[in-house]
């Protein structure tokens, strides 16, 4: 016996059109929020140097005193909602090693050598991150007092090349350093910021390489915020 089938009914004019209006708002809300994603919220890296001197400047200003936008650097210990919710465990002093970890301590992202440190002033250390084979880089971040609050430059410099990690971070330090001006400034998260987190974090724990124990110099807390005035 043959097995018989319901007749196919095309979709009415009216049907199809709510579906199609449907898929246009969908959108619409996908490019919103690329669009906020992309943005960088107010700060500009500046691209320059020859091929094998490559760096990046970003220069921005924030409202309040070098000593709230240092600890915005430097604090160890606790989770920086401006980055993925990664915690710094770090020796601030010339020599020491630093690292940025998950939220959980168990994945390791970034990590380095603090080369010079000037507190409120001047934090100047070696960045590599684990989940690539790039050569360490270097960062250089000077604080200084400005009417009104402080101006702070960002350079990340020595690439081997137009490297992974330069072109990731040419895209992540405008949107790293907007959210970390707005949480200073404000004490809220700006929404690009969010919606990056919710997107990348959970990727963060899946792919990332795990963190070795972090052993603390002895007397000294992880979320020790003696990094002021040293």
């Known amino acids: ?6 007749p196919f009914h095309p979709p ?13 708002a969908i959108l619409a809300v996908v490019a919103a929020a690329l669009g906020v994603l992309l943005s960088s919220g107010g700060v500009r890296c500046d691209e320059g140097g020859a091929p094998g001197d490559l760096e990046l400047r970003c220069p921005f200003f924030v409202a309040a005193p070098p000593e709230a936008v240092w600890q915005a ?8 909602p401006y980055y993925f919710d ?12 630093w690292r940025f970890v998950t939220d959980d301590r168990a994945r390791l992202l970034a990590g380095g050598e603090v080369l010079a440190i000037d507190p409120p002033h001047r934090f100047e250390h070696t ?31 020595r690439f081997a090349a137009r490297t992974v990690t330069y072109r990731r971070f040419r ?42 124990p972090w052993e603390l110099p002895s007397g000294q807390s992880e979320g020790s915020r003696t990094n002021v005035g040293r």
Do not use: C, N, W
């Open 86 to 97: 990664a915690v710094l465990q770090a020796r601030l002093e010339p020599g020491g090693r």
């Open 171 to 212: 895209r992540a330090h405008p949107l790293a350093l907007a959210a970390l001006k707005s949480t200073v400034e404000t004490g809220e998260l700006p929404l690009r910021a969010r919606l990056y987190t919710a997107i990348f974090k959970p990727g963060m724990k899946l792919f990332t390489v795990r963190a070795e």
């Open 1 to 6: 016996m043959a097995e018989t089938r319901p």
């Open 73 to 80: 650097f430097t604090r160890t210990g606790e989770p920086r």
């Open 127 to 157: 960045f590599a991150a684990a989940d690539l084979e790039d050569p360490p880089s270097r960062i250089t971040v000077r604080i200084e007092p400005a009417p009104g609050g402080s101006r702070v430059l960002l350079v990340h410099d």
């Open 12 to 24: 009415r004019r009216g049907r199809l059109r709510r579906r199609l209006l449907a898929a246009a």
